[in-house]
């Protein structure tokens, strides 16, 4: 069984969110509508046997065309995200505008993600730890290629998703 669920915007999020999911809530379409109800965003997305997220595909307005995709590799033994890439078409041309790769501490817990542009050139990285007393890890930093803190590492193509 399928069931649906419906964000209005609000101040994190300015376009309308309809998430279809399956029968444990895991999310198996999102689309986001403008304030007249017309697709922005249409992300339909693929898992594995495990349930784990192994493909998104981003289709434009018409449903049809095909913008962008990204792809989870995950560890064999367990659930944890070691690589993901994300591509656009352009001119009939797959091109891959991102690469985002997983790197662990002892408790298998994400600590810090390197990030790569297009061309596969290493751009800088995102660091992850515990703050106060909290029970999850929060972005404690983002650093360029030469080690420079920087507010936010973005890419122009990355806010295709």
């Known amino acids: 069984m399928i069931s649906t669920d419906v964000f209005e915007p609000d101040k994190n999020n300015i376009y309308k969110c309809v998430y279809y999911r399956d029968s444990k809530g895991r999310t198996l379409r999102k689309l986001l509508l403008d304030d007249f109800g017309t697709v922005i965003k249409d992300f339909l997305y693929e898992r594995c046997e495990r349930g784990l997220i192994v493909y998104v595909a981003l289709y434009g307005k018409d449903h049809i065309t095909l913008i962008g995709e990204r792809t989870y590799q995950y560890f064999v033994e367990s659930s944890r995200c070691k690589l993901t890439e994300d591509c656009i078409f352009e001119n009939g041309q797959k ?50 290629k030469s080690d420079n803190r920087v507010s936010c590492l973005s890419l122009e193509d990355e806010k295709i998703f």
């Open 95 to 144: 091109i891959m505008i991102r690469k985002a790769v997983h790197n662990y501490d002892d408790q298998n817990r994400t600590n810090r993600v390197d990030l790569y542009g297009r061309d596969d050139k290493f751009i800088g990285y995102q660091v992850y730890g515990y703050i106060g007393d909290d029970d999850f890890m929060s972005l404690i930093g983002c650093f360029d």
